[in-house]
């Protein structure tokens, strides 16, 4: 689907919920593979294909999954696993086929994990290699450490201490969600990461009454454990609002509220540095839901300021980098990123994506090996031309939110992609052009 893009004349303003999360989402339906028989109810779970992807999976193993009410579903989980008939479909979603590696490795099933062309093309040695040295039998198929994948029947895994170079919560999940199936509670298997990333997993074990200890960077699991079914409500997602708050911010006389948006402190790293640059910000009725924090955001146009961002700070902001490009070109002075060479192991390479799109409309942006020099300070940009999405959502989402500072319309190719995690932006944001106060 192609899309056009024009610029907005009189401003973004009203109020409206995005999504449920799509990271809490994959937890909330993956897990159902980590718990005693039972039922339970996830209340607002995310339709974009990547979670179906995860739904489909859970199935496969004869969980029981029936929408109740528009995306409510009420799971029950069998006594036994079922062995799948055929591979399991990942799909684009690399935290299905991560999470899954760790949740299979020690089940005793046969199970090959397949993907999309992009995602058979992302590296999977970061959980490869952990899972062997638990002594999991896993294998790619192709033997280059990308998916296909292929589990097998181990004869014994083990608890291992993982120092990993990366600070990932994909792999940190993976080797957590190994750990405490492994035959022997009295095996404790921990993760040390060089920097936080998002803590879903752990926040959702411990909801679950699992046996979890967190020490700075440091996370533990004791084997054989089962989580207990809960209902599990889901909130908005912050990746998803991220270009929301973008336009709201750069589009002159903008004012609209977010409703119910997760505002984790390992994920809201976007809007902290978003308040580092100017930004008029105003986050509302702060509350927890199912371990999370949730808040209302208000975003009104502001003038920003250039910054750097780096170290800790890049996986509170893994997803968002794309968008907070966009932003940069209309703040005063230089941001820098750097530390997030991860990018080019998304979706699609990030850092080529983005430069390339934002170039092409006519901003000023340096790619670097590990991020951007953006020269911000333009009003508008020319715009007039057609882009790629290469295959990625956030490409997309993001090349859209420029288009609408651009003086000249812009095409956007292949904008279905955006049904990965946001089938609804369109809509959304048409909303948000047509309430005039
Ligand atoms: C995710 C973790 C991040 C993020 C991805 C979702 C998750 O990946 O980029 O979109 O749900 O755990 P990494 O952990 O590989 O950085």
Request: overall charge neutral; hydrophobic content about 40%.
């Amino acid at each position: 689907m192609e899309i056009k893009v024009h610029k907005v004349q009189n401003g973004l303003m009203g109020k409206i919920e995005i999504p449920s999360d799509k990271s809490i989402s994959h937890r909330a339906i993956l897990f159902s593979l980590l718990m005693r028989e039972g039922e339970y109810y996830i209340k607002n779970f995310s339709l974009g294909e990547d979670c179906l992807s995860s739904m489909k999976a859970v199935q496969a193993f004869g969980v029981g999954v029936e929408f109740v009410k528009n995306n409510d579903l009420k799971v029950t989980v069998p006594k036994e696993l079922k062995v799948p008939k055929e591979p399991i479909d990942c799909g684009n979603s690399g935290t299905t086929m991560r999470l899954l590696c760790g949740i299979l490795a020690s089940k005793g099933i046969e199970t090959v994990l397949v993907g999309d062309e992009s995602l058979s093309k992302r590296p999977m040695k970061r959980v490869i290699e952990p899972l062997k040295s638990m002594g999991v039998n896993i294998e790619s198929l192709n033997n280059d450490n990308k998916a296909p994948i292929i589990i097998k029947p181990a004869k014994k895994v083990r608890g291992i201490d993982y120092v990993s170079k990366l600070a990932s919560a994909q792999v940190k999940s993976c080797i957590l969600l190994c750990g405490m199936q492994i035959d022997d509670e009295n095996k404790i298997t921990s993760f040390i990461e060089p920097s936080l990333s998002r803590d879903h997993s752990e926040r959702l074990i411990k909801y679950l009454s699992g046996d979890i200890k967190i020490e700075g960077n440091k996370v533990s699991v004791k084997g054989n454990q089962k989580l207990t079914p809960k209902d599990i409500v889901i909130p908005g997602d912050i990746s998803s609002a991220s270009f929301f708050i973008a336009a709201a911010l750069i589009v002159p006389n903008s004012n609209i509220t977010i409703t119910n948006v997760n505002l984790n402190p390992t994920r809201r790293g976007f809007i902290d540095v978003l308040l580092r640059m100017g930004a008029n910000i105003q986050i509302n009725n702060e509350h927890i839901i199912a371990n999370e924090e949730v808040g209302d955001i208000i975003v009104k146009t502001s003038n920003l300021n250039g910054t750097t961002v780096c170290g800790d700070e890049i996986p509170k902001l893994i997803d968002e980098i794309p968008i907070l490009t966009v932003v940069a070109l209309f703040a005063k002075g230089k941001t820098i990123i750097k530390d997030a060479s991860d990018l080019k192991n998304k979706e699609t390479d990030r850092i080529m994506a983005t430069y390339t799109n934002l170039s092409q409309m006519g901003g000023n942006i340096t790619p670097n090996d590990d991020g951007f020099v953006i020269e911000g300070g333009q009003k508008d940009l020319k715009g007039g031309v057609s882009l790629e999405c290469y295959h990625d959502h956030r490409i997309a989402m993001s090349s859209y939110v420029c288009g609408l500072m651009c003086q000249n319309e812009i095409t956007i190719n292949e904008f279905e992609w955006v049904n990965i995690s946001f089938p609804t932006f369109l809509n959304l944001f048409e909303i948000l052009k047509k309430v005039k106060l």
